[in-house]
């Protein structure tokens, strides 16, 4: 265990905070870790988990002297944040996020940093369906590919010390321009939270199909799209807010496609749905094949089913 950074600042200590502090004690990145969150019950829940060492609700006392900054709130809360800590942040600082959408973090914090500061947006992929600060884990990290998005002309050392940061929990790095960064992350993460949203909605509408036929018949696909639809409302209606632009141009080509599909089921081509199960399935082989799963059943789940 090697410390990088005398004091980190957590701004924020939902699933992504609480994740990252529990993988700087873990691997003893920090001399200490302030947290600061507006709630005062989440707040006092990081403290009896012992999740860092100093607790405060001001976000610019969070921030004092500490050499790395990470902003860990829904994306829309982004410029109030950078406001508030942009006086209280020490020269020579990396500030980061860990937003989803990145073009938008961009407009809303750039412009309250000091020149003194380097600003470094970041986008870890990775989380569950759970919030709050009992959701962390040190292993989030691990295996997945963090995002970095930085500033043109954005200090080389301070972009090492970021990236070497996320490797040390056990993130894969790579840097990508913001607006490419949310077209991408728009089709592979956006999008199929959307149609789980919508699609455990219409489940729900249905007057047809009973609540308790649902529920009960839920270990079919119908189940992995309520992990999804699960997540943290907040958040997904700041980043479909904050990404509208990408996020509308998939849907629009989703629409398309889904139209094509539905001509093929109405005409009963069966080549044409062939053809496209085929392809389709081999994007999982894909997945697989790149880490970012692994090949067992039922999506690597397993039940112990102990009843009679």
């Not at 699933?15 to 600061?36: M, P, T």
């Not at 707040?43 to 001001?58: C, F, H, I, N, P």
């Not at 569950?128 to 691990?142: C, H, I, K, N, V």
């Not at 199929?192 to 079919?220: C, F, M, Q």
Request: with cysteine; aromatic share 6%; hydrophobic share 40%.
């Amino acid at each position: 265990m090697t410390q990088q950074f005398e004091r980190v600042a957590l701004i924020g200590i939902g699933l992504i905070g609480s994740s990252i502090a529990r993988a700087i004690k873990l691997h003893g990145l920090a001399g200490s870790v302030a947290i600061s969150t507006r709630s005062a019950e989440t707040l006092k829940r990081a403290e009896e988990l012992k999740l860092g060492d100093v607790y405060t609700q001001s976000s610019a006392q969070a921030v004092q002297d500490a050499d790395l900054v990470i902003v860990s709130v829904p994306v829309g809360a982004s410029a109030a944040v950078a406001a508030d800590i942009a006086p209280h942040l020490k020269p020579g600082a990396i500030v980061t996020d860990v937003g989803s959408t990145k073009a938008s973090v961009v407009a809303q914090m750039a412009p309250h940093m000091p020149d003194t500061v380097h600003f470094i947006p970041g986008h870890p992929i990775a989380g569950t369906e759970y919030s709050g600060p009992d959701a962390g884990f040190a292993d989030l990290f691990r295996g997945r590919w963090c995002i970095l998005t930085p500033m043109p002309g954005a200090d080389e050392g301070a972009k090492q010390t970021l990236r070497h940061f996320w490797e040390t929990l056990g993130s894969m790095v790579e840097e990508m321009d913001p607006a490419h960064h949310d077209k991408v992350l728009a089709i592979v993460s956006h999008l199929p939270h959307i149609i789980a949203y919508n699609i455990v909605g219409t489940a729900d509408d249905l007057e047809t199909v009973t609540e308790s036929e649902v529920i009960k018949y839920s270990a079919s696909g119908f189940r992995d799209f309520t992990r999804l639809a699960a997540s943290d409302p907040t958040m997904w209606r700041d980043i479909c807010l904050h990404n509208k632009d990408a996020i509308l141009e998939m849907l629009s080509r989703f629409s398309e496609d889904l139209a094509s599909l539905q001509r093929a089921i109405r005409w009963g081509d069966g080549d044409k749905l062939f053809d496209m199960f085929t392809r389709t399935r081999a994007i999982r082989r894909s997945i697989i094949d790149a880490g970012q799963d692994v090949e067992l059943p039922d999506f690597g789940r397993h039940v112990n089913d102990t009843k009679n």
